[in-house]
């Protein structure tokens, strides 16, 4: 579990027993994390205002104001059944783990017998799974959130392999193939790495310095690329 999604476990945790606290010790059992790790998590969801305080003694721990609530997430079964749906063509992308985690999180938050009409639709759509893309190695998936120099082996379509450092850039995904396009030291140019050919990743400490990717970058002969959007 990264930081952010224990952070919110943490705040969901306290919820769920307040006004009852709970210790740091028991908290850090919880998550798998040290005592230190906890506090430090704690401070800061305390410095981004969340109303966590500390009650001495020896059934003390931490509390979580029982006024606290986080918004609701006010969709409809259908809404909710529709966004898993979206979610599961996710499988094989660069982001197939957060979509489980995003899903987990929007039913959580929906009303109770919203959350239990979206199970009971959910129940009643069944997939007949597609060809999915290859699964992507975690290290190529948080390759742009990492902000990383990568090492790593590439093998041609003959399977000879070459070992390359490359400054991540940006995703393109096909129905079949998910491509990491990257600046590749080797080449000194641009280049796009099909994800299921990169035999081996090390993770370096060097930040490279930022690259906007041109349109004439992604100027693909087969077919038009759409950026991503949040907008729907």
Not at 51 to 67: F, H, N, Q, S, W
Not at 194 to 200: H, P, Q, V
Request: glycine share 6%; net charge positive; proline share 7%.
């Amino acid at each position: 579990m990264n930081r952010t999604d224990r952070l919110y476990a943490l705040v969901e945790e306290l919820r769920a027993v307040a006004p009852r606290p709970r210790s740091a010790r028991w908290l850090a059992g919880r998550f798998e994390v040290s005592v230190r790790t906890i506090e430090r998590d704690i401070s800061a969801l305390q410095q981004s205002g969340t109303p966590i305080y500390a009650e001495p003694g020896r059934t003390g721990g931490y509390c979580l104001d029982k006024a606290y609530t986080l918004p609701p997430v006010n969709l409809t079964p259908g809404e909710a059944v529709a966004m898993a749906l979206a979610l599961k063509h996710l499988e094989g992308t660069p982001f197939r783990a957060e979509a489980g985690s995003a899903l987990r999180k929007l039913v959580a938050a929906m009303h109770r017998d919203d959350a239990a009409a979206a199970q009971e639709l959910a129940a009643r759509v069944h997939i007949l799974s597609p060809a999915s893309p290859p699964p992507m190695p975690r290290k190529i998936a948080d390759a742009l959130d990492a902000g990383r120099v990568l090492r790593i082996g590439y093998a041609d379509r003959e399977g000879a392999v070459t070992q390359r450092e490359i400054e991540p850039v940006a995703y393109v995904g096909k129905p079949t193939h998910w491509y990491l396009v990257a600046w590749c030291r080797l080449r000194d140019q641009i280049r796009v790495f099909r994800t299921d050919r990169i035999t081996a990743v090390t993770v370096t400490a060097e930040v490279p310095t930022f690259r906007r990717l041109r349109r004439e970058d992604l100027d693909i002969p087969y077919g038009d690329v759409e950026q991503l959007s949040l907008a729907g």
